[in-house]
């Protein structure tokens, strides 16, 4: 009986634990919108060749508020990362920054709110979003940063730019076991490794919303299931 009540017990502080953790992750302000959002991956090159096409027909879709093209989705690790530094600076004293490749509506269709500068707009060639950790890793303030250049030296190879077009407000964009780290949105819509559509929908009916994507699908992206 005392074993019995003793394992009772763990039991119930078991679930406790696991509702405490559960009720947290749902309700974490995680820094962005991640209600209604719809992730499409693409995993062939001629897969991806078809993506722009399928994220313009999918922006005709009255539940649709928002599409992004990206080369990792939120909450998904970063691969790419490199250092970072101010003008007069070198690679010694470089900050480590994980880097996000994307299109012009990434921001947008993620929620992510932009506290200083501006949001991407097409054609911005050599323009960045930084997180406020990576600000204040540099020493820059949110109304410092636009138009300011951030350095980087691989090798041999000669110094690089980007050039800051807007501050976005820090977000939760991996484990939440893990702080947030200095961070770049780097617009590219010409590199080949833009892999990931996400959908921002306002729906109440998905069943409707899912089929008009499925033809969509099959219309610009025939033979991939």
């Known amino acids: 009986v005392v074993f019995q009540f003793v394992l009772s017990v763990i039991l ?13 992750i749902q309700n974490k302000d995680l820094g962005f919108d991640k209600k209604q959002k719809l992730v499409f991956n693409f995993h062939t090159e001629d ?18 508020k928002a599409v992004s093209l990206s080369n990792v989705y939120l909450s998904q690790f970063v691969f790419n990362d490199y250092g970072v530094y101010l003008a007069g600076g070198n690679a010694a004293s470089a900050t480590d920054a994980q880097v996000i490749t994307s299109d012009e509506n990434f921001a947008k269709t993620n ?18 979003l930084v997180n406020e950790t990576l ?22 190879d000669p110094e690089s730019f980007v050039e800051i077009a807007g501050v976005m407000k820090d977000f939760n964009y991996n ?3 893990n702080d947030v780290k200095p961070l770049i949105l780097r ?3 010409q590199r080949g490794d833009l892999s ?15 089929s008009k994507m499925e033809a969509t699908w099959h219309k610009d992206v025939p033979g991939v299931p």
């Open 47 to 64: 897969s991806r060749a078809k993506m722009r096409a399928f994220a313009e027909d999918l922006r005709q879709l009255t539940e649709v």
């Open 12 to 24: 119930i502080a078991g679930i406790t634990v696991i509702y405490s953790q559960l009720n947290y």
């Open 187 to 189: 617009y590219d819509i």
């Open 135 to 156: 600000l204040k890793r540099v020493g820059l303030k949110a109304e410092q940063a636009p138009g300011t250049r951030l350095y980087s030296k691989f090798g041999l």
């Open 196 to 210: 990931h559509i996400t959908v921002s929908v306002d729906s109440k009916n998905y069943q409707s919303l899912l």
């Open 175 to 177: 484990s939440l076991h």
């Open 111 to 128: 929620g992510i709110k932009i506290i200083g500068g501006r949001d991407f707009q097409l054609y911005d060639s050599g323009k960045v």
